[in-house]
């Protein structure tokens, strides 16, 4: 009996040590951010390194097992520059830095690499717009198959948009108001198919002008044999 105590005591004890360590290692990460961020108006002012995990920290939102999902930090007057320590932030969702005064290049590590700081492979919206971002966009990003929302407008960001992978689904307008070679947009798709058996708008038009010139070709033999019996 006492061996079955001591043992699910020892479980217990590791988990607890598993989850400070994993909120330990989101923590850090996101110390390593507001390490290289000037910050006038105390935004991180709760960011407590001492504490078990973030998810007590004011712009921080985690999940049902204390894992980061969400970073806001939009319109917090923040400057400097991004890192790659939050690619280590495995389970983030939301990252939220739009409308501050961020400079430098976006990290390939926010892509989804195969190294050990790139994991966002739960990213779904990552708004970056209205900063100083400068240099190129990183492929990385591409990769990242979740990416539904993403705003990288009004930087200055040089060099092609990409347009495989995730970035496939986003128009113009997310890149707008940089030094960026933005792809023209597709094309809209034809109203109808001939292929599926219908038929098109031009054809049709083509098909009435034709019918037309019949009915009117027609009218005028007509009237002419008339005279003529007359």
Not at 171 to 192: D, E, G, H, I, S
Request: hydrophobic letters at 35%; charged letters at 15%.
């Amino acid at each position: 009996m006492e061996r079955r105590i001591s043992v699910c005591i020892w479980l217990i004890l590791a988990l607890n040590l598993f989850s400070r360590g994993a909120g330990n290692a989101e923590g850090d990460a996101l110390n390593a951010l507001r390490a290289n961020l000037a910050d006038p108006n105390n935004v991180f002012l709760s960011w407590d390194p001492t504490h078990v995990n973030p998810c007590l920290w004011q712009n921080i939102t985690c999940n049902s097992e204390n894992s980061v999902i969400s970073v806001d930090l939009r319109n917090a007057n923040l400057s400097g520059q991004l890192v790659p320590e939050l690619g280590q932030l495995s389970n983030l969702q939301y990252l939220e830095l739009c409308n501050n005064n961020i400079s430098g290049t976006i990290p390939e590590e926010l892509g989804n690499l195969t190294t050990t700081l790139g994991k966002l492979r739960k990213l779904r919206f990552l708004r970056l717009n209205n900063n100083s971002l400068t240099g190129q966009i990183p492929m990385s990003l591409t990769s990242i198959d979740t990416l539904q929302g993403l705003d990288l407008s009004n930087n200055r960001l040089v060099g092609d948009v990409p347009v495989n992978g995730s970035f496939s689904r986003f128009n113009p307008v997310c890149f707008t108001n940089n030094r960026l070679n933005v792809p023209p947009p597709a094309p809209p798709p034809p109203t109808a198919s001939t292929s599926s058996g219908l038929i098109s708008i031009s054809f049709l038009s083509s098909l009435s002008i034709i019918f037309r010139g019949y009915v009117s070709n027609f009218h005028k033999e007509l009237s002419s044999n008339i005279q003529s019996d007359l």
